[in-house]
């Protein structure tokens, strides 16, 4: 078998089956390799960003990696956005990435490039093959890497004279390694700080938003009165009917001050858990810990959270404890104009049992993200480095991940023109995703911003850098020009029946939004 060969066959023993592309030159190896392995299932996208995306919604949804195929430095350079949401989520991927032939290399062709520099800021490891004999360990090495818990992007740098080689060498599958043991010392430190009834909170992010971890921290909740929170963009949270209910922490800097302000102690499970301004502002303090109060950190990003919350349960005797779950209390219909009042309750009432929200809908999401909390249970997946341009792809990846769970997306334009060329994929694919967009036509976070940086009256310039219009996008005819079924409701009747629609007819479907 060649390199490429053996690294795919590395990666079906492994566990991993499915690999979003856009190849080039460089990658006609592992092409060829690709047509020899139909038990991979390959996903073409039409932008790398969109390769990316979709493997942070696969990976967020099923812990375990989906293969990116890049084209050179040039392919990575064009993901790397939602390579860095990925990072903040850890989410597991793992990244093949084509390069010139080594001989080739030093002669700096035009798209010559120093790929593992590019990389090393969005991956946990990076390597470059540099035999065909050594292709499929590499390949199962990275695979365990990127799911050691928390999970993380692993890139392969891949030679292309390397994946065209002739090998004859075994390889050996690697197991993930063991996360880091939770300190029992902490465990008691963390319990004897509840137990001394000290205003405290617990902030959870990472796999520990699921309802298992959920449960364990509902209980602790219950036995020992303190807050429960989760950060304000978690990769994964799982919410509605049948399960426990946790605040969010807000965006904004001075409402994290507020809401944190009453509690002396924070109790800090998983990654990015210490609350940190999204921005710098004048007169507001980078760290959003207040004033007098200490952190523990029960579980670091290396350490499994559920395990962590599971101990410090037993430690306070909250095991056979109730907790309260989210009654199911869906709201009916509305009727009447489209606006955003009527909005929410209109997704509310239509989303299904199970399905997954992929939310990149920016300041249109929080009245939907509060009038689901009651509705069926679901996941939702949120925007975890900023990094625009997630929501089309993370949805497109959940629905591979997960074919038996409807997928929402909520998305705003200014985002979603980021990677529109995912409705293509989702046409291709058939993938049964429904995509609500917001159609303000403008970036009005940034109108905000302007605002909040003391600029009331901005000029001409400012005003044009924060619109959308002349001319004005379609979404529909955007939609309908790649295979996407488009819709445009003028009343919260049509926007029901057509969710409803969406919902129950196989395939992607568009809903644009004209709001204010």
């Not at 959920?214 to 949270?237: G, Q």
């Not at 709201?331 to 909005?343: Q, Y």
């Amino acid at each position: 078998m060649t390199g490429a060969e053996s690294i795919l066959d590395a990666a079906l023993r492994s566990g991993v089956d499915t690999c979003f592309a856009n190849p080039g030159t460089t990658e006609m190896g592992l092409v060829a390799a690709l047509d020899t392995t139909p038990d991979v299932r390959t996903v073409l996208a039409l932008f790398e960003g969109v390769c990316t995306g979709m493997a942070d919604g696969y990976g967020r949804m099923l812990d375990r990696p989906a293969m990116t195929l890049l084209h050179l430095g040039v392919g990575l350079g064009n993901g790397i956005a939602n390579l860095h949401n990925a990072r903040r989520a850890f989410s597991p991927i793992v990244n093949l990435i084509g390069d010139h032939p080594i001989a080739h290399i030093p002669y700096n062709a035009p798209l010559t490039s120093d790929i593992a520099t590019m990389a090393k800021p969005v991956s946990s490891t990076v390597h470059t093959v540099t035999s065909a004999d050594d292709a499929g360990n590499d390949m199962a090495r990275a695979i365990a890497q990127s799911t050691t818990i928390p999970g993380g992007i692993s890139t392969l740098i891949l030679p292309s004279d390397i994946m065209c080689a002739e090998t004859q060498a075994e390889f050996n599958l690697v197991e993930p390694a063991t996360p880091s043991p939770i300190d029992e010392n902490i465990v008691n430190a963390a319990r004897d700080t509840l137990e001394k009834g000290s205003n405290t909170a617990i902030i959870i992010n990472g796999r520990a938003l699921r309802e298992e971890g959920l449960t364990h921290a509902a209980k602790i909740a219950a036995k020992t009165d303190c807050a429960l929170f989760s950060v304000c963009f978690p990769a994964r949270l799982d919410r509605g009917a049948g399960l426990p209910a946790i605040q969010r922490l807000p965006y904004f800097p001075e409402q994290v001050l507020e809401r944190l302000a009453p509690y002396k102690k924070l109790i800090l499970v998983g990654g990015y858990t210490e609350p940190v301004s999204f921005f710098k502002y004048d007169n507001i303090p980078s760290s959003l810990v207040p004033q007098g109060c200490t952190t523990i950190t029960l579980a670091s990003h290396e350490q499994d959270g559920i395990v962590a919350l599971e101990q410090l349960c037993d430690a306070v005797n909250a095991n056979h404890t109730e907790v309260p779950m989210q009654e199911l209390a869906i709201p009916d219909a509305p009727t009447g104009p489209l606006n955003r009042k009527t909005i929410a309750p209109a997704i509310a009432a239509a989303l299904p049992e199970n399905a997954i929200i992929a939310d990149e809908g920016g300041m249109n999401s929080a009245p939907i993200y509060f009038a689901t909390q009651s509705g069926h249970a679901h996941s939702s997946l949120f925007l975890t480095g900023g990094g625009i341009g997630y929501g089309m792809p993370s949805a497109a990846g959940a629905a591979i991940a997960c074919p038996y769970r409807p997928v929402l997306n909520l998305q705003s334009d200014g985002a979603g023109m980021y990677t529109l060329q995912t409705l293509w994929t989702m046409a291709r694919e058939s993938l049964d995703v429904t995509t609500v967009v917001f159609s303000n036509r403008k970036y009005k976070i940034l109108q905000i911003e302007l605002e909040r940086a003391g600029i009331d009256k901005p000029g001409p310039i400012a005003d044009s850098l924060t619109e959308l219009s002349n001319p004005d996008i379609s979404w529909c005819d955007l939609a309908k020009g790649m295979g996407v079924p488009a819709s445009r409701p003028e009343t919260a009747e049509d926007l029901s029946a057509a969710l409803t629609r969406s919902f129950s007819e196989e395939g992607p479907s568009l809903i644009e939004l004209e709001i204010d």
